[in-house]
């Protein structure tokens, strides 16, 4: 492993472990199927994406650079809890069984309402006040 900084994948390691084990007790409480909305998949990729904006606004604007905070929080807890080839499989499931509305409105909300916590939760993390 010439060339990495163990710490810094230890960090991604740690950080993706706690945000794998957090979609999966999701998962087991929210089971979606090919006829209804998944909304254990929606909800941790909109909450993935607002942590991602509130990490990576906090990390890099308000905080003293750190090599291992990012790395962790942001490619670890955010990479373990969101789950984009799920979704993939979940709309190719719907498509399967006949279910082209909600399987484009599934699209369509996923990436739009990822966008928009992004950018909601990076707008709010700079407008806090940094006391000093």
């Given amino acids: 492993m010439a060339g990495y900084d163990r710490r810094e994948l230890a960090a991604i390691f740690v950080g993706g472990a706690v945000g794998t084990a957090a979609r999966a007790a999701l998962g087991t ?3 979606s199927n090919p006829h209804g909305w998944p909304w254990s998949t929606f909800v941790v990729n909109i909450v993935g994406a ?3 904006g509130y990490f990576s606004t906090r990390l890099q604007e308000r905080l003293p650079l750190s ?3 990012r ?3 942001g490619t670890g807890v955010c990479g373990g809890l969101t789950t984009f080839s799920t979704m993939q499989v979940e709309t190719v499931l719907m498509l399967q ?3 082209y509305l909600l399987a484009s409105s599934y699209v369509v909300a ?3 309402c990822g966008l928009l916590a992004v950018h909601l939760a990076s707008s709010a993390t700079r407008r806090v006040r940094v006391l000093a």
């Fill in 29 to 31: 409480v929210l089971v």
């Fill in 50 to 52: 607002a942590l991602l």
């Fill in 67 to 69: 090599s291992y905070r």
């Fill in 71 to 73: 790395p962790m929080l």
């Fill in 97 to 99: 069984h006949g279910e």
């Fill in 110 to 112: 996923s990436v739009i």
